[in-house]
């Protein structure tokens, strides 16, 4: 399966691939939270779904619950299963050093990568934002950059820093997490994101501010 960023990409979040018929009437893609999930490998093995798979195996230091050993390694092996179109793996991993097996591993294979930042304590100025995603995208097909917005002014930065990436030819993914940002879900992709998050089932939300995936699909469609 392909999965390419080149328009809007909604991916349906689960821990469930059963789940993923649910998904097709909205979604692009999956993202399966590995990290969440009850024997992930397994179920990516037996999947026989329509959608194409964004796996995520989240690090406990940055909002998910995968522990480090074998983490970005499982992440790896996973690559070479044809349903897994794209991984996601935090810019932090990179820039460490931990990841460069699983980028290459995943260059070989096709396989599209996002490498993703979550601050889960607030934005921080537009000049870092910009420097953030500006770095991530130097490794990765899509830099990710999920903020907390505490106020207007942060989704206003969020939203800024998405254009002017984006008017320079970059690939970005962004949004604004929390009650005050969760509008930037919607609106991000006006300015030029290309990727939204929403659950299948609106009570297995893994972010705050996160719209049920039927109406971010409907936001999304009527703004564009």
Wanted: charge should be negative; proline fraction near 4%.
């Amino acid at each position: 399966m392909n999965l390419h960023f080149d328009s809007f990409v909604l991916a349906a979040a689960t821990a469930d691939l059963a789940d993923e018929p649910l998904a097709r009437d909205h979604a692009d893609a999956v993202e399966f939270r590995m990290d969440l999930a009850d024997d992930p490998r397994a179920q990516l093995e037996d999947y026989d779904g329509e959608l194409p798979i964004l796996a995520t195996n989240r690090a406990e230091w940055e909002g998910g619950k995968a522990g480090a050993d074998g983490r970005l390694e499982t992440l790896a092996e996973v690559t070479a299963l044809e349903c897994v179109a794209a991984i996601d793996v935090e810019l932090q991993s990179i820039l460490d050093g931990d990841a460069e097996r699983l980028l290459e591993t995943a260059r070989d294979r096709g396989v599209a990568v996002i490498a993703s930042v979550h601050d889960f304590e607030g934005t921080p100025p537009r000049p870092e934002l910009v420097r953030t995603l500006t770095e991530a995208g130097k490794y990765a097909d899509v830099a990710k950059l999920a903020v907390t917005a505490e106020s207007k002014a942060d989704t206003l930065a969020l939203l800024s820093a998405t254009e002017q990436l984006t008017s320079h030819g970059d690939t970005v993914a962004t949004m604004a997490m929390g009650e005050v940002g969760s509008h930037t879900r919607a609106v991000a992709p006006v300015y030029g994101s290309k990727i939204g998050y929403a659950p299948v089932d609106p009570e297995e939300a893994t972010a705050p501010g996160q719209y049920d995936l039927e109406t971010l699909r409907s936001l999304v469609d009527e703004l564009r």
